[in-house]
Each structure stands twice: as structure tokens, then as C-alpha cells.
């Protein structure tokens, strides 16, 4: 049971536009969501957070997104540039539970 | 200050044999978790140990099995492997409970 799923496994943007990459989640017992970025053998690191209070949360070029009733978050690239092209992972969790990962979106910044 | 550091980094085993993966937490943290990753599966969940104790189980079998020191120092095991066991093993630790972990460059491990 896939509780956390990024449905675009992949996302091409033209540098200097904005990306948009999106994220749905199933467990309404989440409260607090990362979004991660990897490249190749690297392991993931750490983006953006958002708790769910909060429906947005911005850090420079870097906004997340989040709607509750929807159960879906967005990460938001502006601008783009080449070196954000990588695999983003959006991931949840509540309490002292594992974080629980989406499959991935590859991001790829066409200069 | 030095990061997650797993050892080692690339590994080729057989059918059948056995293998140990490690990772060394950043200091200070206490709580180590295992994924492994795969194409087209994301970051699944093995477990993650806190205080030398096991503290959250995926859905591995139990061929998959860990440890954790009392230094924080971590160690995973899979047994019997199988081609499909083939993957990037991802080691994380943070801080306490906070949920911000902080990977390592991970393992890659090849089943031939």
C-alpha cells in the first residue's frame, strides 16, 4: 500500500521556469512532510519541510505546498536552474514513525 | 562536522551468500534507519534502531536484520541473498525523534 505517491515519475522545465513537482498522500494521520533531492550515486538529501499547521513554507528559490482537505503537496522551483535537475522524493510522517517515501520524480532542467 | 558515512560503498555477492552493511551516524545522533532503494520503488523501509533498540519494522523478510551499537554505529545483515536483494541500501540518522534525517551515500549492492 503505497501511502505516499508522486504520479509523475518523471518532469522536463526549461531553465529559468517554474517547476512544479506534486505529491499525494493517503494516511490522514501524517503530519509532517520533507521533500528530499538526490543525485545519482548520492544519497537523498534534505530540501524543505512543512508541519501541518502550516499550508506553506518558503526557502529561497524552494516553496512547499500544502492542502489537507486534499491531501496533496506541491514543491514549487523558481527559478529553475540546471543544477536542480536530480530525483526529488517526497516523504511524510507522524509521532516517532518512519518516514514513509514517495517513488520519485526525476527532475530534468533543459538549459 | 563529518556526515553519515556507510562502508562500503560497492559490494558484488552470490547467490546465496550473505552480507554486512555499515553505517556510522553523525555524533550526537541516536537514531539510525535502513531503506533500500530500487528502480521504480522509491525508498522503502527496512528499520530504524534508536538507544541500540529497534524501534520501527518494515516489511522486509527476515533474511533483512540489523543492530546498533552502544556508539550509535549501526550494522545491517541479509542473508541467503537473491537477485532481487540488488539495490542501493540508504542509511539515515538524526537527531533524537526529529524526522529530518540525514542520509549517507549508501551502499550499492549487486547480486550476481
Known amino acids: 500500500d503505497q501511502q505516499v505517491k508522486q504520479n509523475s515519475p518523471s518532469l522536463s522545465v526549461q531553465e529559468g521556469r517554474i517547476s512544479i513537482l506534486n505529491c499525494d498522500y493517503t494516511?490522514?494521520?501524517?503530519?509532517?512532510f520533507l521533500w528530499y533531492k538526490k543525485y545519482p550515486a548520492e544519497g537523498p538529501t534534505f530540501l524543505i519541510s512543512i508541519s501541518s499547521i502550516k499550508d506553506k513554507n518558503e526557502d529561497g528559490r524552494f516553496t512547499v505546498f500544502l492542502n489537507k482537505s486534499a491531501k496533496h503537496l506541491s514543491l514549487h522551483i523558481v527559478p529553475s536552474q540546471p543544477g536542480d535537475s536530480a530525483v526529488y522524493f517526497c516523504a511524510a510522517n507522524f509521532g516517532n514513525e518512519k518516514l514513509t517515501f514517495g517513488t520519485g520524480t526525476r527532475l530534468t532542467i533543459i538549459p | 562536522k563529518a556526515g553519515v558515512t556507510q562502508t562500503p560503498r560497492y559490494l558484488i555477492k552470490t547467490r546465496g551468500q550473505q552480507v554486512t552493511l555499515s553505517c556510522s551516524p553523525i555524533?550526537?545522533?541516536?537514531?539510525v534507519s535502513w531503506y533500500q532503494q530500487t528502480p521504480g520503488q522509491g525508498l522503502q523501509f527496512l528499520f530504524e534502531?534508536?538507544?541500540?533498540?529497534?524501534?520501527n519494522k518494515g516489511n522486509f523478510p527476515g533474511r533483512f536484520s540489523g543492530r546498533q551499537f552502544s556508539n550509535s554505529r549501526s550494522e545491517m545483515n541479509v542473508s541467503t541473498l537473491e537477485l532481487g536483494d540488488s539495490a542501493l541500501y540508504l542509511c539515515a540518522s538524526s537527531f533524537d525523534l526529529s524526522p529530518g534525517y540525514t542520509f549517507g551515500s549508501g551502499t550499492r549492492l549487486t547480486v550476481v
Open positions: 494516511n490522514s494521520m501524517f503530519d509532517y
Open positions: 534502531y534508536f538507544s541500540e533498540t529497534q524501534r
Open positions: 555524533s550526537g545522533h541516536r537514531s
